[in-house]
C-alpha cells in the first residue's frame, strides 16, 4: 500500500541482542509510526515522528528506540530490556494533513 | 481522551452473507476516518477515506457511512467472500498535527 517499505520481512535474533528493523518511505510524509501487534490482538502504537529528529513515545515504548535522521527513514531498535519482542511489527506514514496514511508489510520478529 | 472503539471484536458469517461492523470514536479535532483491511501477517490495506461532509462512500461490496453528529462510523460488507476473513480496522485521522488513533480491529471470519 502506497511506497513504504519495511525489511526485513522475518527476523530471527537470539535473546539479549539488540535488533534495527528497517522502515523507509517515499511518499514525502512528514509523520510515521511504529506499531507493534500480538497474534489476535490490535495494533498498539510504540513511537511516532511528525518531523525529522523529532520523536514522541507511543503507549508501548519501554525497551524500544528510534531515530529520525531522514525524512524518508525511521528505523525501529528492539533492544534487550524488551522483555517479550517477539511481535509482528508495522510501520506507517502520513502526510502532515492526515489526509493519507499507508502502511508497510510489516517484520515478524522472533526472539530465540 | 481520543479513542476508536469497534464492535464487534470477532464476527462468523457464512459465505455469502452480509455484515456490518461498528466504529465510535472520540476524536477531536476531526479530519478523515479511513478503514483498513488487513490480512493475516500482513500490512493494512486502505479500504475506504471519509471525510467530515461525507456520509456513505462504497468500494466494491464494501460500503462506508459516517454520521459526523454522533460520531459513528459502519462498515458494511455484501454477500461476503471467503477472501474477506480478515481484521478490519477503523482508523481515525484527527486535524492538525495529531497523531492517527487505531481501533482495535473486528476480527470476521467467513466460512463456506
Known amino acids: 500500500d502506497g511506497g513504504i517499505t519495511q525489511s526485513p520481512k522475518y527476523l530471527f535474533r537470539k535473546e539479549g541482542q539488540n535488533v534495527t528493523l528497517s522502515c523507509e518511505q517515499n511518499l514525502n510524509h512528514d509523520a510515521m509510526y511504529w506499531y507493534r501487534q500480538d497474534p489476535g490482538q490490535g495494533l498498539r502504537l510504540i513511537y511516532y515522528?511528525?518531523?525529522?529528529?523529532?520523536?514522541q513515545k507511543g503507549d508501548i515504548a519501554e525497551g524500544y528506540s528510534v531515530s529520525r535522521e531522514k525524512k524518508e527513514s525511521f528505523p525501529l531498535t528492539v533492544t534487550s530490556a524488551q522483555k517479550n519482542p517477539t511481535a509482528f511489527y508495522l510501520c506507517a506514514s502520513s502526510s502532515v494533513t492526515n489526509t493519507e496514511a499507508f502502511f508497510g508489510q510489516g517484520t515478524r520478529l522472533t526472539v530465540v | 481522551k481520543n479513542q476508536v472503539e469497534q464492535s464487534p471484536q470477532s464476527l462468523i458469517i457464512l459465505e455469502g452473507k452480509n455484515c456490518t461492523l461498528q466504529?465510535?470514536?472520540?476524536?477531536?479535532?476531526?479530519?478523515?476516518l479511513r478503514w483498513y483491511k488487513q490480512d493475516t501477517g500482513r500490512g493494512p490495506v486502505s479500504l475506504t477515506i471519509?471525510?467530515?461532509?461525507?456520509n456513505t462512500k462504497s468500494n466494491g461490496r464494501y460500503t462506508a457511512t459516517l454520521d459526523a453528529d454522533t460520531k459513528q462510523s459502519s462498515l458494511h460488507i455484501t454477500a461476503s467472500q471467503l477472501s474477506d476473513s480478515a481484521s478490519y480496522i477503523c482508523?481515525?485521522?484527527?486535524?492538525?498535527?495529531?497523531?492517527?488513533?487505531f481501533g482495535a480491529g473486528t476480527r470476521l471470519a467467513v466460512h463456506p
Open positions: 471519509m471525510t467530515f461532509s461525507e
Open positions: 515522528s511528525q518531523i525529522v529528529n523529532d520523536f
Open positions: 482508523v481515525v485521522l484527527p486535524g492538525g498535527y495529531n497523531k492517527l488513533i
Open positions: 466504529c465510535n470514536y472520540t476524536v477531536s479535532p476531526f479530519s478523515n
